[in-house]
């Protein structure tokens, strides 16, 4: 092999084609036409490969080359018998390659429309369902983005024949407003007739849309002309039924349904999607018990709280508005979790006695670990967690943590010096040597440590080892540093934790729950901590709230909105001193809970820096609707094209048009 230019984005080789290898299933281009790869074959037989096909290394196995882009032409230069292939190669990793993959194959003029909406929705889902960032990813226009995505809801079978050229971009986009057994049975007949799609178009023109099945309010339907209802009161000649002549209006009316749907459910849970917006394999069911259970502790103290739990929203023609709940969209947690429950159920090994052994922690009789860590495992005998806290309730502990830290560690002479010794380190890291680390330490450490690793590294040294470390820096700092970078702060809560975890300092003492730090929950994590909570007295809310009698039932609490939830916890007189949430400690990480649970010594409301927290005395000195499928009995599924005379056929189709290109209309089969 001879290599040649290298630059930032790899380097441009020339590799036996042995060398390289096609991975199953990675392609977005699933359709490969033979009359084109016989005369690419012919080219490269004549000219060779003129735009090198992009490779990444096999990092598995016995090496070789995975291809990235250019996968036709890879396939033709076998068939042309080129023993060597010019290549640029790429060290990328599976979503940058997929990523990329899908961003070069989406730019060709020859992809098809149905590989372009099965492309888009895989960057959608690679940018964060950053619909913007996934448009300008594509360099498409906002309707052709649009009226791809909207291609999803036709069955595979029509994305199917619409790659493989056997239909046009208008077939599919108007079958794919039918419900999905009208779409295959249909789709055969328009190949096997010849239809154009001028001709399915006419008609599915005669086709009303049934109000019964509507997701939006009907009121305004009741006096419109386009409601067959009220023309029934007025013409002899009519359609039967409470029917819909107005496409746009009622596409317009279902679209703004599903939206506000979408908005109510996101006050329920922290993730909210459409079905177009997320594949079928992207999410797992959360449940409590069964095979894949993950535990009613884990399920109700964990998951409810996680930013990755939520709901699926179908916007299908025949299943439009059903709700999928309690879903997890991070498929590794999950299994993680389900593994964990699941092993933990399992009958454990016999003891000396015959009976078998106990699979929770000892605890002393207040309640204590054996281990001496207060933080109480689940009936399963594990710590529930959240696999991400959502955004707002993480900035309520993370500004807990600094202002607990703030107020704690000035009393603390060591952290001190840690402190001042990692601002002088961010100060000088443009000039630092590593000469300057302490011996013990040198190895590994790097000025780009964040607060909370500097200080772990630190926690080994004896004091006299740090002051000798921070004299160093100030000497470099004032004969060889030149120039200063400003300090980010963006990861300094997470410092400010590990200096409190070093401090042990008992959180139940200093934190306290108030309106504002729960309202940052979603309802299902409202309800999570409320179960959670029992306060430093052991008084659990559950019990104090229902014990006021008057109707006081939490089942009937949690049903309320947000705002009733949050006034009646808040009102009822329930003390939450003492009680800290399993996500306030799980914020210091697994295995640095060490705080203990007892007596409060001063309490910090989480609130904003304009005074809605509260410091406390020292006294210390320490600082789903779901609707059933449409009817599909008519004209045995499918649309009868044979015949000029107004059907029966009667269906909700999709709510939303396509904007076609029009060379996509105009392209012959």
Request: hydrophobic share 35%.
């Amino acid at each position: 092999m001879e290599t040649n230019q290298t630059n930032q984005n790899g380097y441009s080789d020339n590799l036996p084609i042995g060398d390289i290898f096609v991975k199953e299933g990675f392609n977005p281009r699933k359709y490969f036409d033979p009359t084109e790869h016989l005369e690419l074959v012919g080219s490269i037989k004549e000219n060779g490969i003129v735009q090198p096909i992009v490779v990444r290394p096999v990092t598995k196995g016995t090496g070789g080359f995975w291809v990235v882009c250019g996968e036709r032409r890879f396939r033709a230069a076998k068939d042309a018998g080129l023993s060597h292939v010019p290549v640029m190669v790429r060290k990328l990793g599976e979503a940058s390659a997929m990523v990329i993959a899908i961003i070069e194959n989406a730019q060709r003029a020859n992809i098809t429309p149905a590989e372009e909406a099965q492309s888009a929705r895989d960057v959608l889902m690679g940018c964060g369902n950053d619909r913007q960032e996934a448009i300008r990813l594509l360099g498409w226009s906002q309707s052709k983005f649009d009226s791809r995505m909207l291609l999803l809801h036709a069955d595979q079978a029509v994305l199917d024949a619409l790659t493989e050229r056997k239909i046009k971009l208008g077939h599919a986009e108007l079958l794919s407003q039918l419900p999905t057994d009208f779409q295959v049975n249909t789709l055969a007949k328009i190949i096997s007739e010849g239809f154009s799609v001028s001709d399915l178009k006419g008609k599915l023109a005669l086709f009303s849309l049934d109000l019964s099945k509507a997701c939006f309010d009907k009121t305004e339907c009741k006096t419109c002309p386009h409601n067959s209802s009220l023309q029934a009161s007025v013409f002899d000649d009519h359609i039967e039924g409470g029917k819909c002549a107005n496409h746009d209006c009622y596409g317009a009316k279902t679209k703004a349904a599903m939206e506000n749907k979408k908005v109510g459910l996101s006050e329920q849970y922290a993730v909210v999607f459409f079905d177009t917006e997320r594949t079928k394999g992207s999410y797992a069911i959360n449940c409590q018990l069964g095979q894949n259970g993950v535990g009613k502790s884990q399920f109700e103290q964990g998951c409810r709280q996680c930013g990755h739990f939520g709901a699926l929203l179908n916007t299908s023609p025949d299943q439009l508005g059903k709700v999928t709940e309690d879903c997890c969209f991070n498929l590794e947690c999950h299994k993680e979790k389900v593994a964990t429950y699941q092993a933990s159920i399992k009958p454990g090994p016999a003891t000396t006695t015959g009976k078998p052994a106990s699979k929770t922690t000892a605890t002393d009789k207040k309640g204590t670990l054996a281990s001496g860590d207060t933080k109480k495992p689940n009936n399963e005998g594990t710590v529930a967690s959240a696999a991400m806290i959502p955004g707002k309730v993480t900035e309520k502990i993370e500004t807990f943590y600094r202002d607990l830290a703030a107020k704690t560690v000035t009393e603390n002479q060591r952290l001190m010096l840690c402190l001042n010794t990692f601002t002088l380190l961010r100060f000088v890291k443009s000039s630092f040597v590593d000469d300057l680390w302490p011996d013990s330490i040198r190895k590994n450490a790097s000025v780009t440590l964040e607060l909370d690793r500097f200080l772990k590294r630190l926690s080994t040294l004896d004091t006299q080892e740090i002051k000798a470390f921070n004299q160093r820096l100030v000497r470099h700092f004032l004969a060889e540093h030149e120039k200063s970078v400003p300090i980010s702060t963006k990861t300094w809560a997470k410092g400010a934790s590990e200096a409190v975890n070093q401090l042990n300092i008992n959180l139940s003492g200093h934190f306290l729950i108030d309106r504002e730090f729960l309202g940052a929950f979603t309802k299902s994590g409202i309800e999570s901590i409320l179960l959670e909570a029992v306060n430093g007295k052991g008084q659990g809310f559950i019990a104090q709230y229902e014990a006021q009698g008057e109707g006081k039932k939490f089942s009937s609490l949690v049903k309320k909105k947000n705002g009733e939830i949050l006034d009646e916890a808040f009102g009822c007189g329930y003390d939450f001193t003492g009680f800290v949430p399993a996500c306030v400690f799980n914020f210091m990480g697994e295995d640095k809970v060490t705080a203990k649970v007892n007596q409060p010594e001063q309490v910090v409301a989480i609130g904003d820096a304009q005074g809605t927290g509260q410091l406390a005395e020292e006294p210390n000195g320490l600082g789903q609707t779901n609707q059933g499928p449409l009817s599909t009995d008519v004209n045995n599924g499918y649309l009868d094209l044979d015949d000029d005379t107004d059907s029966p056929f009667s269906h909700n189709f999709s709510q939303f048009e396509f904007t076609a290109d029009p060379e996509d209309e105009n392209d012959d089969l």
